[in-house]
């Protein structure tokens, strides 16, 4: 089993259609041990049964834009675990109106709030975590092709992405020396709670299964897989990456 007894904490778990979700799965059919955070009351009613159908280990709360919540999330994960073997970041968010028309009419606020929740949220997880980050252990996040070509109404979503990326490369410098490695997949588009408020989100879809060079779009076990080979052995000597798990559609000219 290529995860055996390693232990991996999941960031981003919305329900069964998340991709966080379809990282957790696979995880699991791999022999991880598990464990699941969720930002409020309203999502722990939907991670509950997850945790449970998955064997997680224990649930917590941690609000990312909350300093005070991810210190106290570490000390219960150091508590739990003492130390760990992954970290799954795949939180985004971007207030509904920025997310159609123009991209020059994002707010000041909206975008700061989409900067600290889709970017800032990995550094300042990494900075909490890397404590109990056992030798060797790795940190994989969610991207998309939009922080690097513009996608109609992705808008300052695709902006914060192009950040995560960023912060990709940097944070592996940091963590590096350490042994730990980290990298973005950049998955293709996906009927997720998240892609709901983008709008248009259908002709997206459309349009990767008409261009993209495998004629289909992906599915969560398609990112599943890849997030189990970049959190394996298998890539020991992968860091600061961002692998495209999007039908071969990023690699499509005219």
């Not at 106290?72 to 509904?96: C, M, N, P």
């Not at 800032?120 to 790795?138: D, G, H, I, Q, W």
């Amino acid at each position: 089993m290529l995860m055996k007894d390693k232990k991996a904490l999941i960031f981003g778990v919305a329900n069964e259609r998340s991709i966080a979700y379809g990282i957790a799965k696979q995880f699991k059919e791999q022999g991880a041990r598990l464990a699941f955070s969720y930002a409020n009351d309203a999502v722990k009613k939907r991670i509950d049964p997850i945790s449970e159908e998955l064997g997680g280990e224990f649930v917590l709360q941690c609000d990312v834009q909350d300093d005070e919540a991810v210190a106290t999330a570490a000390a219960a994960v150091k508590e739990q675990w003492g130390e760990f073997d992954v970290l799954v970041h795949s939180i985004a968010y971007a207030d509904r109106n920025d997310l159609a028309g123009r991209y020059i009419d994002t707010s000041r606020a909206g975008f700061a709030l989409a900067l600290d929740v889709s970017a800032y949220s990995l550094v300042t997880l990494c900075k909490a975590f890397e404590p109990m980050l056992s030798e060797n252990a790795t940190v994989v996040t969610m991207t998309y092709y939009g922080a690097e070509k513009v996608i109609t109404n992705y808008n300052v979503m695709g902006v914060a992405k192009a950040a995560l990326e960023a912060s990709v490369r940097y944070l592996s410098m940091d963590l590096g020396a350490k042994g730990v490695r980290i990298n973005a997949i950049s998955a293709g588009p996906l009927k997720t709670l998240a892609s709901s408020g983008i709008s248009g989100f259908k002709t997206i879809l459309k349009t990767i299964e008409e261009r993209a060079p495998l004629r289909r779009n992906i599915t969560t076990e398609d990112v599943g897989k890849t997030a189990l080979w970049l959190c394996s052995d298998l890539s020991s000597g992968v860091t600061g990456e961002v692998v495209y798990v999007d039908s071969g559609y990023n690699v499509m000219g005219i």
